[in-house]
């Protein structure tokens, strides 16, 4: 059974860094992933995605501020964010599955099989 838990969330100043983590489990191969984010009451915003090739995509809003990368033999994702901003401020969630075409930044959350619990970030001014 594929399980995503996150973690490195929190609490963080306008201008500051956070990088949040992903560890995949139950599965021995490489998967697209990705990370989305969720402010109350809007859609799942996709934010970086990495395919099983180590393509990235990366939207338009955090181009620039964010970094996503890849362990392949620990399963691991990282969502780098640096120069955050008020508007950051979200539950943020990692996705993964076998379509490789999912990562290519135009998937929904929902097309996604696999889901972590969230993790959440707040940035204040």
């Known amino acids: 059974q594929v399980r995503l838990v996150e973690s490195g969330g929190g609490s963080v100043q306008s201008g500051g860094s956070l990088t949040l983590s992903c560890v995949g489990s139950?599965?021995?191969?490489?998967?697209?992933m990705g990370w989305f984010r969720q402010v109350p009451g809007k859609e799942h915003e996709g934010v970086a995605f990495?395919?099983?090739?180590?393509?990235?995509s990366i939207a338009d809003s955090v181009k620039g501020r964010f970094t996503i990368s890849q362990v392949n033999a620990k399963n691991t994702l990282y969502l780098q964010m640096s120069s955050l901003k008020d508007e950051d401020t979200a539950t943020y969630y990692c996705?993964?599955?076998?379509?490789?075409?999912?990562?290519?930044?135009?998937?929904?959350?929902?097309?996604?099989?696999?889901w972590g619990q969230g993790t959440q970030v707040t940035v204040s001014s």
């Open positions: 996705v993964a599955d076998e379509v490789d075409d999912y990562c290519s930044g135009s998937a929904s959350y929902t097309d996604f099989g696999y």
């Open positions: 139950g599965y021995d191969y490489t998967m697209c």
């Open positions: 990495i395919d099983s090739d180590g393509i990235i």
